[in-house]
């Protein structure tokens, strides 16, 4: 097991700048999750760091050595693939001790950490069948197993759920975390989906255009998200935008949505805001969660409006409501009595509280 | 605002059958059945043709009879042939050639495949169709300059290959190389890239990845491979007749025309009996490996 550290990576390709200088420190044990749309060279940099690929500039260093012209099977890594690549020859005892059988280790160590992979994996009657003999998150398993059979420093995912449905997906995520708590290897995880992100991670890392764009725990980036584009990607349903700017009524500040709706800014949020030049084009931010049906007795800084619902999704616990505002579609989340239903009113309630505000050139976090 | 809007879509207007894809069904297979039949008799009528004269005797075969019927069924022509030193060493030459041919051929397109699909190197691209463009070069046109060529080594080395079976161990694999290797290229691409990701990571070297994961993958490939690299060295006729002439260093299909065609007597039985009894190796070949022959081996590799 090792520390992970990644120093001003640059991958281009010909042309194209698929990673524009990463740096990343992953610390032992760690779970590190690279998330982000694809094309954003989030895979790119988990192929570099097994060595998949070569880096056009910078360092990677895994526990401290420089690996950067070492070959993947000298970094003592272990990846999972996203297509599972399990070997379609062999069972799946002998896919899982490939590697070990290579590096000649003795047949009764193999047998042991094999039998313990597979218990622990679930998968120990299925030990002596082919890969075609199962279903695809049995072979995930299997190719999770032919990892932790090494006792490699670190693990690298890439994408390993994507392939799978969506009620197998929830119950390998559980499954992953669960191996990790077990087995604590540090853990480099690729995924585009920002829920698998989240529930998996120590800490997050979000890539975007090669680039890294925050860096935090799940609960940091879902509250203090630092640009629009990690505002408006983690979190479902995401997070809405409307245009909007500052204002001086009677030496409050208020913010303005549209000619008619102006709220007053709760106080500490006033003062965070105070310097904002008042002409300046502003995006307010706003989690789902933070749109409510208002209250008879509103807690301060949750303000009410009137608003007309154009669609109502009922999920049950909750009913998420649409509605647009400035041109700006609103998704919020009410309770399912609160009496909301298709293009009809409702009078509901934004906390203030929780806001973000957003310069809407740059994009960054106010 | 009372126009009336007709889109005229083709499909309803179609009466709809149901049913009809079971009946397509139905007059697709009395299609290929019939073709099929016409096809097979088409193919084994000529074999019948030989087996019958082969059990025929000279005389039979001379006479003004039904060509197509055994008056006095024979086996003279295949003892004759059996026990005839020359016809035994005919065989042995060919059987010679053809293994060593096929273990050649093997031993290098099987590896150049690998590095050709699998090894992104300067070149690599254009080199494998370079393999593929020499094998569109007929032999026709290849066996005067091959010739000069063992003649000139002849005269520098001393060395001489002509007229010796084993000559056609260096001229059969310029036939049979780059096509196995164009076969081999297109099974090799069709195994998922992870796969010799994930043995790279496992820790397995170029070769190691080559023996352990791709031979066995793509084995029918090289099983495909394997028999028409069989089948081109057993049946090649043009270069043994050309670089061999000594009797003792003949293939089978020179060896038979050579021998039972003597001036302008034609032994048609021993004719028809020895090819015959060379094309059975083949068959048994096939017969034998068309069981190993079966394609999805990389089924559950991964997902799909």
């Known amino acids: 097991m090792a520390d992970v550290t990644l120093r001003k990576v640059i991958k281009r390709y010909d042309e194209v700048e698929a990673v524009r200088g990463i740096d990343l420190d992953i610390a032992d044990h760690e779970f590190v999750v690279l998330v982000g749309p694809s094309g954003c060279g989030k895979s790119t ?22 690996v950067n012209d070492v070959p993947p099977k000298d970094r003592d890594i272990a990846m999972v693939f996203q297509n599972y690549a399990l070997y379609p020859h062999m069972t799946v005892a002998e896919n899982m001790s490939f590697g070990l059988r290579l590096k000649h280790f003795p047949k009764a160590e193999i047998k042991t950490r094999v039998d ?22 049995q072979r995930q398993r299997v190719a999770m197993g032919r990892a932790i059979v090494r006792h490699p420093k670190v693990f690298l995912f890439d994408e390993p759920l994507s392939n799978l449905d969506a009620k197998l997906r929830v119950q390998m995520r559980i499954e992953i975390k669960k191996v990790h708590q077990k087995v604590r ?44 584009f990690v505002a408006g990607f983690i979190g479902s349903p995401a997070m809405n935008f409307v245009p909007c700017r500052l204002e001086d009524v009677a030496g409050k500040l208020h913010i303005r949505l549209t000619d008619r709706i102006a709220f007053a800014l709760p106080p500490s949020r006033a003062a965070r805001y105070r310097g904002v030049a008042r002409n300046e084009k502003l995006l307010l ?82 | 605002m009372t126009s009336t809007v007709v889109i005229n879509k083709a499909a309803p207007t179609r009466t709809v059958k149901y049913g009809s894809m079971s009946r397509d069904r139905t007059w697709a297979l009395r299609w290929s059945y019939f073709f099929l039949t016409l096809f097979a008799i088409f193919s084994l009528v000529p074999p019948l043709y030989m087996l019958i004269t082969s059990l025929k005797t000279s005389a039979e075969i001379s006479a003004a ?51 050709l699909s699998r090894m992104r190197f300067w070149g690599s691209a254009t080199l494998a169709t370079g393999v593929f463009l020499t094998y569109l070069i007929p032999d026709t046109l290849l066996f005067l300059p091959l010739f000069k060529m063992f ?15 084993y000559v056609l161990l260096l001229l059969y694999p310029t036939l049979t190389v780059p096509f196995c290797t164009w076969i081999m290229i297109g099974y090799f691409a069709s195994i998922p890239k992870e796969l010799d990701e994930a043995a790279i990571i496992d820790g397995a070297s170029w070769f190691q990845t080559l023996t352990r994961i791709f031979i066995p993958v793509a084995l029918p490939g090289i ?47 021993q004719i028809m009996t020895g090819a015959l009894l060379g094309a059975a190796p083949p068959l048994i070949i096939y017969a034998f490996l068309m069981d190993y022959y079966i394609a999805g081996l990389t089924a559950g590799a991964t997902k799909g």
């Open chain 1, 45 to 66: 940099t988990l192929r570099m760091i097994a060595g998949l690929e070569d880096i056009t500039d910078g360092d990677i260093m895994i526990g401290g050595d420089v």
């Open chain 1, 116 to 137: 313990e992979a597979a218990r622990m994996l679930d998968i120990v009657e299925l030990v002596d069948r082919k890969p075609k003999q199962l279903s695809g998150g």
């Open chain 1, 185 to 228: 290897t540090t853990t480099v995880y690729v995924t585009h989906d920002q829920v698998e992100a989240m529930t998996l991670a120590d800490r997050v890392v979000v890539m975007n255009h090669g680039r890294i764009e925050q860096i935090g725990t799940p609960n940091d980036l879902y509250h203090n998200p630092a640009t629009r």
């Open chain 1, 285 to 366: 931010g706003l989690r789902p969660e933070h749109v409510a049906e208002a209250k008879p007795h509103p807690e301060p800084g949750v303000e009410a409006f009137d608003a007309v619902l154009d669609v109502t999704e009922p999920m049950g616990m909750e009913t998420l409501i649409y509605f647009t505002l400035e041109g700006a579609q609103i998704c919020g989340r009410v309770n399912p009595n609160a009496g909301a239903r298709d293009g009809g009113p409702l009078r509901l309630a934004v906390d203030l509280n929780n806001m973000h505000l957003l310069n809407e050139g740059t994009g960054a976090v106010i």
């Open chain 2, 65 to 115: 009879t039904n060509p197509w019927w055994v008056f006095h069924p024979t086996l003279s022509n295949y003892v004759g042939l059996l026990t005839s030193n020359q016809f035994l060493t005919f065989f042995r030459n060919s059987a010679f050639v053809s293994i060593f041919v096929v273990t050649i051929t093997m031993l290098i397109s099987v590896p150049a495949a690998f590095a």
């Open chain 2, 151 to 165: 003649a000139v080594f002849d005269d520098w080395t001393g060395i001489q290959l002509i007229n010796h079976w």
């Open chain 2, 223 to 269: 099983i495909a491979a394997t028999i028409f690299a069989f089948t081109v060295s057993w049946a090649q006729f043009l270069y043994p007749l050309v670089f061999t002439t000594s009797t003792d260093q003949l293939v089978l299909p020179v060896g038979i025309i050579t021998s039972l065609i003597k001036g302008d007597v034609f032994n048609w039985g």
